[in-house]
């Protein structure tokens, strides 16, 4: 199984800041990474697919980049809805499997 | 628009079963697999398997394997997942996904279900 681990695992900044999050798969997995954030009582919202492409509607804020073992999900200039829950997930093989998560809280 | 709603909150015994469904509108029901993912309280996210809707094949991560079911109702556009056995550590948030087109990312999310397991 393919294990995927998050960093920081919460994280304080300021509305405005350029923030990086990074997930790291335990094999290669391509670029079969997404990237979710969750808000307190929602479901997941899918953000970025295929490493590096934003879902439909998502802000340009938000970019993905990596391949193999190693991604990033950034957002460049952070809003005040933007803090929340961050969760990457691998599609490459079953069981998928999810970082533990981010949490994104205001500085 | 796309949408996949959800059965309502459950409370449930150790050792019964549970039945959750998933109505699906505003696509081809069979054209996409819905995957469950479930959520216990302040934790991640723990994917527990995927169905087809057109076939009904299934798979199931091998924690679950023996007391998962995952069904449809193509009649319906409903899938369903049934966990039996319950433990107080089944007590999460179960939510039923569309698994997009684009490189298997989960597109489109249910409410999500509280099931929580108490004697």
Known sequence: ?107 | QVQLVQSGAEVKKPGASVKVSCKTSGYTFIDYYVHWVRQAPGQGLEWMGWLNPNSGVTDYAQKFQGRVTMTRDTSISTASMELSRLRSDDTAIYYCVRLGRDYDSFDYWGQGTLVTVSS
């Open chain 1, 1 to 107: 199984d393919i294990q995927m681990t998050q960093s920081p695992s919460s994280l304080s900044a300021s509305v405005g800041d350029r923030v990086t999050i990074t997930c790291r798969a335990s094999q290669s997995i391509s670029v079969y990474l997404n990237w979710y954030q969750q808000k307190p009582g929602k479901a997941p919202k899918l953000l970025i697919y295929a490493a590096s492409s934003l879902q439909s509607g998502v802000p340009s804020r938000f970019s993905g980049s990596g391949s193999g073992t190693d991604f990033t999900l950034t957002i460049s200039s952070l809003q005040p809805e933007d803090f929340a829950t961050y969760y990457c997930q691998q599609s490459y093989s079953t069981p998928y499997s999810f970082g533990q998560g981010t949490k994104l809280e205001i500085k």
